[in-house]
C-alpha cells in the first residue's frame, strides 16, 4: 500500500464523478422539481392548494373517503396485496420443490419458470389479453376486469418472487434440518421452526418486488380491462396525459413517500438481495 | 403415501408452468392461422401472419428492428458509464461511497412511472426537444445503469486488490493497469449488466412512452398505442403474434442448448 501511495498517479475515486453527476442531474434534480410543482401553482407561487385537493376532493375531509382517488388507490392496494398473496402462495411451494428435488439441473428448471420474463412484457400481456377474449372473460364485468387484473400482475411479476425465495432456500443449510429431525421434530414442525424462518429475507424481497410494481403498472390493468381498471400508477399518468402538473406532482409525492416507507419497513435499503435476484443470478 | 405426495408435488409445477407458457402458445397456435382476430376458427394452417412480419415495408419489423438498435444503444453507454462509476464509488471514501450507492438504489426502487414523469418534467425544465432522441436514451439509461452498478459492485467486492498494487509495482501505469488488472477481473459483472440492460431496455413501457419523439415507437408503445378496431391496426397486431412466437421459438432453443451444455458438462465430471 505505501509503496502505491508515494507514486503520484490518478486517483480511481475520480471516476465516479461522471456517474454522480449523471445521478444528481437526472436522479436527485427531478424529484425536487416534482416536490417543486406538488407546492406551487401556475404562477410559481407557493401553495397548499394540491394537498388539499388530494385530501378533501374540493370538500371536506371527510369527502376524501368518497372521493375518486381514494376509491383508485383502494382498489390499487387491494389488487396488489391480492397479487402479492397469490404470488406468494404460487411461488413458495416453486421454490421450495425445486430447491429440494433430486434432479441433477435444477437450474434448467428454475430456468423454465424465469424465461418467460425475456418476452417484452406487453407482448406477454397482449398474449393473457388475447386469451381472455377467446375464453370470454375479458371486459365481461366489473369483478372479471379486477380477477384478470390480479392474474395478469401475477403472470408479469411471478418470477421475481421465485427467485430470491428460492436463492434463501438453496442456501440453508441442511444440516439443521437433520438436527430438527434428531431432536425429534415432525417434518411440518421442522418446516416451520426451520426453513420457513431461514427463508424470511427472500419472502420478504420476493414481497417487496411485487406489491410496489403492482400498485404502478399501469399498462397491465389498462391492457387486460379495456381501461375499466385504473390503479394508483395510472392516476398519475392520467394527471400528466392531461396537463395537469401539479396535482400528478402531488400524487407521485404521494406514491414516492409510500414507497420509501415500505421500502424502509421491508429493509430494502440495506439489502441487496432484492436488486441481485433482479439482476446478476438470472445471468 | 411418499409417491401420491410426489405426483401432487410434480402436478403442481406442472400446472403453473402452463398458466406461465399456455398464453404464449395459445399466441403461437393462432400466429398460423390466417384471421387477424382472436375469436374465429381456425381455417387452416397459414402463414400470411409471418409474411406480413418479415416484410420489410410494414411497421412491426421497423420497430423491432429499432427498438433492438435503441437497446444496444443504451446498454452500451449505460454499461460504460455503470462501470466506470462502480469502479470510482468503490474507491471513494466510505461516506461518497455510501451516499452513492444510495442515490443508486433510488431508481431502482422507485415506480417507473414516476421516474418516467420526474425525468419528463426535467427534460420539458431544461427545453430540450425530445426529435434530439436524448430526452430517450438518458432516460433509459436512467432505468438500467443503476442495475449495471448493482453487477458490477459485488465483483469488485471479491477481486484480489493485491493484483492492481502488484501491477504498479512492476511498472505498470494506472491506466494499464485498470484495462490488464480490474476490468479482466470484474468481467462477469460488467457483461451481466450489459445483458441486463438490453432487456430492460427491450421492457421498458413507460420512460420511452414519456420521452421518445413522436414518429418513434418502440415494441412497447407500439403495441399499446394499437388501434385494434381497425384493419391495419388488427393485421399488425397479428403479425405481433408471429413475433411473439418467433421469441418463444429461440427461448425453447436457448432453454434446450443450456440444458444440453449442462448435461455435458455433468456427464464429463464423472
Known sequence: MTT???????????????????????????????????????????????????????????????SPIFQTIS??????????????????????????????????????????????????INALKEFFVWIGTYNKSDAWNIINTIIGMVYDFLPF???????????????????AKDLGATAPKAFLKVTLPLSKSGIISGISMVFLPSMTNYVVSNYLTYRNVKIFGKLIDDYFSGDLWHDGSFVALVLLLFMFLVTWLTGGFEADEQSETRGTSLW | MVKLKSILKWAFICLILAFIYFPIIFLTINSFKASDYIQDPWTGFDLAHYEYFFNWENEPLQVVAQTLGLALIVATLSTILGTVGSIGIFYSKKRTNGLLSAVNRIPVINADV????SFALLISFLGIDKSTYLPLIFGQMLLCTPFVVLSVIPKLKQMDNHLYEAALDLGATPTKALFTVII??????????????ITLSLDDYVIAAYTKPDSFATISTHIYGLDKNNILGAKIKAAYWAFTAIIFFIIVLIVIISNVIAYKKAGKKR
Request: charged share 10%; proline share 5%; net charge positive.
Open chain 2, 114 to 117: 414516476v421516474t418516467a414523469i
Open chain 1, 161 to 179: 418472487m421465485i427467485l430470491p425465495i428460492y436463492t434463501t432456500i438453496i442456501k440453508i443449510d441442511k444440516s439443521y434440518l437433520e438436527a
Open chain 2, 184 to 197: 479482466p477481473q470484474i468481467l462477469p459483472g460488467i457483461l451481466a449488466g450489459f445483458l441486463l440492460s
Open chain 1, 75 to 124: 382498489l390499487s392496494l387491494f389488487i396488489s396485496l391480492m397479487s402479492t398473496i397469490v404470488c406468494l402462495l404460487i411461488a413458495y411451494p416453486v421454490a421450495y420443490i425445486i430447491a429440494n428435488c433430486k434432479l441433477k439441473n435444477k437450474s434448467t428448471l428454475l430456468l423454465m419458470f424465469i424465461v418467460p420474463m425475456w418476452v417484452n412484457f406487453v407482448l406477454r
Open chain 1, 4 to 66: 502505491a501511495k508515494l507514486k503520484p498517479h490518478f486517483s480511481r475515486k475520480l471516476l465516479a464523478i461522471p456517474y454522480a453527476l449523471f445521478l444528481a442531474i437526472f436522479v436527485v434534480v427531478p424529484l425536487f422539481i416534482v416536490l417543486y410543482y406538488a407546492f406551487t401553482d401556475d404562477n410559481n407561487v407557493f401553495t397548499w392548494d394540491y394537498l388539499i385537493l388530494f385530501f378533501t376532493d374540493g370538500g371536506s375531509l371527510a369527502q376524501f373517503f368518497s
